[in-house]
């Protein structure tokens, strides 16, 4: 392993604002968050209270924001530099990336920030029922291969993981059609629907069609609640400014597609198990763009030179 690399591992282990697959965090965010405001060096996580569940949406204590596959944690930080009084944290493997916004975050005295290195299936482990009020997914590997679809970080296998902890994310058929699917997929408007209802966001912003027709196909199989797409979002008259902060991944353009997806859901249906057969079938037909191939290979290059 590099020295450089080394160094950041080491950096993070000393931050308070980063923490290492913590154990027993469910419930103790917005205490945690507290004690990071005070300025308390070595936080000492067993002692931290644990919050009431807040089903409905009007948090006891500050919004809690993920950014999951944070990287370098452009969407932590800028969201956290926005909205002072909300909470954010960014959660990624790889703690050389996440040492960026750690330390972008302790630079700038931002304390509404903090980051957790662990897997993304493990995250149930972290926060209790309704303790997220919103998702990120920034940039995702969007895992080309039809075998590796279920690594995909919006296939049901990871939503069902996200309702664990997503507000209102076992709320059941809050809006349905008669066949129990969402009427609203279909419709061509980007906005589909204003209404988010009590239930937690998720927010997908990724470059590649494939990903991005995929989490459609999921949205609708499901019956779940669109509130917005956009093939394109730059090119739209307006856009909702939280997604112009541009990550790492965004300005690499691997695919060299130049177009930004992005989609605005809600979890907030159940997810039959059943249905992922189904799935595995509907998504055969996605097809695969020029720049998607152009990925394909870059990653494979990637992964070469990574073994
Ligand atoms: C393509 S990068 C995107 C990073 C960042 N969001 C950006 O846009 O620059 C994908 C990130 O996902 C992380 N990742 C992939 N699978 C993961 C998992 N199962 N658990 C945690 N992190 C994961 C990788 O470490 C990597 O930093």
């Known amino acids: 392993m590099g020295q450089k690399k080394l160094i950041k591992f080491a950096a993070i282990k000393e931050y308070e604002n980063v923490l290492e ?18 300025g308390t060096v070595n ?32 969407y932590a930080v800028g969201l956290g530099r926005m909205f002072p009084d909300q909470n954010f944290i960014g959660i990624d ?72 902890f997503l507000k209102g994310g076992e709320a059941k058929n809050i809006v349905s059609s008669s066949n129990g699917s969402n009427s609203n997929s279909n419709s061509n408007s980007n906005t589909v629907s204003g209404n988010s209802s009590a239930s937690g966001i998720v927010h997908l912003k990724t470059d590649s069609p494939l990903l991005y027709h995929f ?8 019956g779940l609640n669109l509130i917005y797409k956009t093939e394109n979002l730059y090119a739209e008259s307006t856009i909702d400014p939280r997604c112009l902060i541009k990550t790492y991944y965004e300005g690499l353009d691997i695919a060299q597609s130049n177009k930004i997806h992005y989609i ?37 290059a990637r992964e070469k030179k990574e073994q």
């Not at 989490?215 to 499901?222: A, D, N, P, R, S």
């Not at 595995?280 to 394909?296: F, Q, T, V």
């Open 93 to 164: 493997l790889k703690g050389n990336r996440i040492w960026k916004g750690a330390s972008i975050a302790n630079k700038e005295g931002l304390k509404n920030i903090a980051f957790v290195r662990t897997q993304i299936e493990l995250t149930p482990n972290y926060f209790a029922k309704d303790e997220v009020d919103e998702i990120w997914i920034t940039f995702p590997d969007p895992q080309l291969r039809w075998s590796k679809a279920k690594k995909r970080l919006t296939h049901p296998k990871f939503l069902r993981l996200y309702q664990q």
């Open 21 to 38: 697959y913590p154990e027993e965090m469910q419930g103790k965010w917005a205490a945690f968050f507290e004690e990071l405001k005070k």
């Open 43 to 74: 936080i000492s996580l067993n002692n931290l209270a644990i919050s009431p569940s807040d089903p409905i949406g009007v948090s006891q204590g500050r919004p809690l924001v993920l950014e999951l596959a944070c990287g370098r944690g452009e």
């Open 264 to 300: 605005q859901f809600n979890i907030d249906k159940e997810l039959p198990i059943a249905l992922d057969e189904v799935l595995k079938e509907a998504i055969k037909d996605i097809p695969m763009d020029a720049g998607e191939l152009i990925r394909m290979e870059a990653e494979a």
């Open 215 to 222: 989490t459609l196909k999921v949205i609708e199989l499901y």
